[in-house]
């Protein structure tokens, strides 16, 4: 599958971002799919401060035309349960997802944070979804101008391996840019004094964390 690329949403308003989307230092969304079944798919992510609101949308792999699919007030839940996908019932496919958290300013929503596609493979025989990420170490020291690579790998469940068909089987997010930045392969590099959190992620959104020290 081609590289997620500037896809076709419906939000309810018209938004605009938040400073924190762009500033290194944000928080991150980071959405999994934690059940499925036959006709219905639960998406699930962590909460983000400041956020009225999260917006859940949809598409088939291979599709880049997201649609808004849910709408879920922050101070009820941070998970909702998709049965319809642009208006079809969830079959045996393989889908995607992307999360938006919001809040309103002066009746307005701005978007104060957004998740990467997370992917659900569904209508495949031997490939299959990440159990779990894990990394060889949780905690990493460094001194500012220092580096230091993540050894990561995906857990998958048994006779089943990652597709290379959707998209890079780990991706890395730093929470913190100022502190730490992580390149596409996993290398930490110190930028300044402080704390930060690298989360490890894998294609259906399952993660680990490393935090981060920089002195």
Known sequence: EAPSATPTEAPSATPTEAPSVTKAVKQVLLPQVSKKSKNSIKISWNKIDGATGYEVYATTCGNY???LTKTVKSNKKSNCTITKVKGK??????YKFRVKAYKLVDGKKVYIAKSKDI?????????????????????????????SKISASIKMPKGKKQSSTHG????????????AKVSSKGKIKAVGKGKCKIYVLAVNGKYKAVSVTVK
């Open 65 to 67: 035309d997201y649609k």
């Open 89 to 94: 019932k969830v079959a045996n496919k393989n």
């Open 119 to 147: 992917h659900l493979i569904k209508s495949y025989k031997k490939y299959g979804n990440a159990k779990a990420v894990t990394v060889k170490k949780e905690k990493v020291t460094l001194n500012v101008g220092k580096t």
């Open 168 to 179: 890079e089987e780990i991706r890395y997010i730093s929470s913190d840019e100022n502190v």
